[in-house]
């Protein structure tokens, strides 16, 4: 059982939900990601995603693109991301680690390699935001060869013929795409998400995740609700950005323990 599914089996035992914060890799420097890794564990977080910086991510708002911007001038890519998780992995042997990212680095430094790497880092999953499920079948069986969770983002226009392709493929979690858009770019609107979110559970026993809207305490208690696990980004991004160094962890754990509370508030009173 990998740290991914055994941490949802361990939360749905306690009837919680996953807290799972992105952020990226190498902002505001590289200096400050293993702190900042360190510090959302300490405050509430169950997983955690890390972005690996790219010059073109499609599917991420101005805000998380901003945050590539930042560590690519730091130097920071794929190669120094892995090495940054390593180090955070050195001392933290529990929290589930899921590094986000594109095609294009990946193929650069070549899939074999890619694989080595994060297995020798002992990374428990990769979501690949431009692999097609039709175009990863032999990424897939090597993550699986070597005990990694392949995670596929669901949208919101994902039918139920490319659902069940996907699911077919997936290991891990599920993450359902909150909204038609980029990272933060909408607000949520839950009855959809809700319908959206008991349809796929009808194909699968896999935990669902559901990210890309999640902005505040209320909403990341509306979609604990329905699913089991929040992923949050953007807004984390947003305190980053908005944090000089002095104040920034201290502005993040803040952020994460409402974050945490509203969810476990939810989870205590669904009891």
Same mark, same amino acid.
């Given at each position: ?25 190498? =902002?505001?420097? @590289?200096?400050?990601? *293993?702190?900042?890794?360190?510090? !959302?564990?300490?405050?509430?977080? &169950?997983? %955690?995603? +890390? ?78 935001? =431009?692999?097609? @499920?039709?175009?990863? *079948?032999?990424?897939?069986?090597? !993550?699986?060869?070597?005990?990694? &969770?392949? %995670?596929? +983002? ?118």
């Amino acid at each position: 059982m990998s740290r991914i599914q055994a941490t949802f089996k361990s939360l749905k035992n306690k009837k919680q939900k996953a807290l799972v914060p992105f952020f990226t890799a190498g =902002d505001p420097h @590289p200096g400050k990601t *293993v702190e900042i890794m360190n510090a !959302l564990v300490d405050s509430g977080a &169950d997983m %955690i995603e +890390l972005g690996i910086p790219f010059s073109d991510p499609m599917a991420d708002g101005p805000v998380i693109q901003r945050a590539s911007e930042r560590a690519l001038k730091n130097s920071v890519g794929i190669t120094t991301t892995i090495k940054l998780a390593a180090e955070f992995r050195k001392n933290n042997k529990m929290t589930p680690l899921i590094l986000m990212g594109y095609a294009n680095p990946i193929e650069a430094i070549g899939i074999d390699n890619f694989i080595s790497l994060i297995k020798n880092a002992d990374i428990d999953g990769v979501i690949t935001v =431009d692999y097609p @499920p039709e175009e990863s *079948v032999q990424f897939v069986k090597k !993550l699986k060869e070597n005990n990694i &969770d392949s %995670i596929f +983002l669901i949208s919101p226009t994902t039918d139920d013929k490319r659902l069940k392709l996907i699911i077919n493929q997936a290991t891990g979690f599920l993450y359902y795409v909150s909204l038609k858009g980029v990272t933060g770019s909408a607000n949520i609107d839950i009855k959809e998400v809700s319908e959206k979110v008991k349809n796929i559970k009808t194909f699968t026993d896999l935990p669902l995740g559901v990210g890309f809207g999640v902005r505040d305490a209320k909403t990341a208690k509306e979609v604990a609700e329905i699913s089991d696990a929040v992923v949050i980004g953007s807004r984390i991004v947003q305190e980053i950005e908005n944090s000089n160094d002095k104040d920034l962890i201290n502005n993040i754990r803040n952020l994460m323990v409402e974050i945490k509370s509203s969810i476990n508030k939810n989870s205590e009173t669904s009891e």
